[in-house]
Structures are given as C-alpha cells and as structure tokens.
C-alpha cells in the first residue's frame, strides 16, 4: 500500500516542492498550510507520517504535535531552523519522532521518512482478549477458530489495532468507511456482535472522541 504523508507548513514554495519531489517517490501527498489545518486533515484521513515545519504562525509546531497526540498517535517528523538541544527535547517530549534541520538534502529527507515508517511499521497481529487480529491478511482468530470478516469489519478493525487504548474519532471512521456519521453506531454494533461484545467492554464508546480498542 503507498504511504500517504501530510505535510504541514506555511512555506507555500517548500510545500510545492515536497509535493512534487515526494509524489515522484511514490508518496500519496496532502498538505496543509497551517497546523490547525493540518489537526483537521489529520481528525478525516488516516495518515502514516505526519512532517510539520516547527515554525508556523497560529499554532507552532511543538502545539501542533500536543494538539494532535491527545487522540492521535501517527508518526510526525519535525522540520526546523532552530538547533538547539532544549527546544529539540521539548520536541520530543510533545510526541516529535524525529527531526530534520534546514536546509536539507532531499535524499536525506526521503532516508528519514522511510526510516520513521520501518520503525513505526504497526505490528502485523495485534491481540487483545481471546482474539487476535492478523493485519496483513485481514483475518480475526478467537483462540483456535475463524471469525469470517466482512471489508467494513476489516476496515474498522484495521484503524482499531493501529493504535490501541487510544480513541479514533468518528470523523476519521466515516471517512475510512465513506459513510455518514451516523451510521457508525450500526457498523461498530455488526462488528461487536462478532466478537460477542454487545455490551462494549473490548470496543469501548469514548464520549466526544469515538470508539476505542481495549488490549491487554
């Protein structure tokens, strides 16, 4: 599957330029011109790295990463022109998983993003309960035996086991699935009732945030 990166910047040039250098490096693109447009794009789509500029009016980059961390846990790599050691630690304190100085080589850049990706590449079975969900194949097992999945099943439970014991919001699932909001609430109660889970214990309901997968 082709990455698909954000990128967040107020510099309209850089922002053209990385479009283009990253696209003709098999990169799925979108950009943002500030973080607060940047927190929405990340609140619709499913993103897997997020590179924000350190220095945009508004929302700086360190604020943008504490906005985006309380319910969202993609990968984001921090373009800046400031060296020091302390504003680079507050970085990575807010959730910061690595950063890169101006100016940089672009080969440099590309070597980041896929060092970050290797990294951060989520588990291929994640287990929670008596399941465990194989994500590469898209094949959920309670102990021995196989649950059959539809692709909705499968797609819910894909942005579920990405980050587990964090909430995905509503907003992002309905634009996973291509549907309305509300009908989430049918599509979580189908998937629930495959894991005999009709009262919410393994999906928990998240008020004001969305659905979430409890693991371990």
Do not use: C, W
């Not at 400031?82 to 440099?108: H, M, N, Q, R, W």
């Not at 194989?134 to 439970?157: A, C, F, P, V, Y």
């Not at 004001?208 to 371990?216: N, P």
């Amino acid at each position: 599957m082709t990455p698909h990166l954000l990128i967040v910047d107020d510099d309209e040039r850089l922002r053209d330029l990385l479009l283009q250098f990253l696209t003709k490096n098999k990169f799925k693109v979108a950009l943002a011109k500030d973080g607060k447009e940047g927190l929405n794009l990340a609140t619709k789509s499913a993103f897997d790295l997020i590179i924000a500029d350190r220095m945009m009016p508004h929302l700086n980059g360190i604020e943008f990463v504490q906005q985006l961390r309380k319910n969202n846990n993609t990968p984001v790599l921090m373009l800046t022109a400031l060296g020091e050691t302390e504003d680079k630690i507050t970085g990575l304190e807010a959730g910061v998983d690595d950063y890169l100085s101006k100016p940089f080589e672009p080969k440099e850049l590309l070597l980041r993003i896929k060092s970050i990706l290797n990294r951060t590449k989520t588990t291929e079975t994640v287990s929670f309960s008596s399941f465990s969900y194989d994500r590469k194949n898209k094949i959920l097992h309670e102990n021995e035996s196989e649950i059959k999945l539809g692709s909705t099943d499968q797609m819910i439970l894909d942005l579920l086991t990405k980050t587990p014991n964090k909430p995905v919001s509503k907003e992002l699932i309905a634009n996973t699935l291509g549907i309305a909001e509300q009908g989430i609430t049918v599509q979580i109660l189908r998937l629930r009732q495959k894991l005999n889970d009709e009262k919410g214990n393994l999906i928990e309901t998240v008020r004001h945030k969305g659905y979430r997968l409890k693991q371990g």
